[in-house]
């Protein structure tokens, strides 16, 4: 995988995002992140997950991606980690509310390896 899941970090806040490293150089664009929902017995759901497509942006091995499940999406920007060199993607989700809140939650990173979409267009 060309992108690896470090963490979620600080789950159930406003702050909870979903910390990522480049493996290998990559468009974002072909990346997926959804969580995982539950039913009431515990078993996984296909109700409704959170899905979230990264942006066009190309990454470089190294890079860090900080996706934080709250937050304005127009300021998604490339930055630095703390240290100042480290080069980090800061994407906001958009969710009005934290996903990460209980146990068990997960989440997950799919790559996109073919893709076919259609548009709706109505007949006059």
Known sequence: MKIKIIEIRKPGTKEERVFMKVMQKCNLSDFIVYDETFDDEG????LMPH??????????EGMFV????????AKSHLG?????ETPCYYEYWGLERTIFNQEGDTVHLVEIADETSKTYEPED
């Open 51 to 60: 899905m979230h497509r990264l942006p066009a942006v190309q990454a470089k």
């Open 66 to 73: 900080s996706l934080r499940t709250q937050g304005n999406p």
């Open 43 to 46: 078993e996984p759901s296909n």
């Open 80 to 84: 630095t980690l703390n240290d100042d």
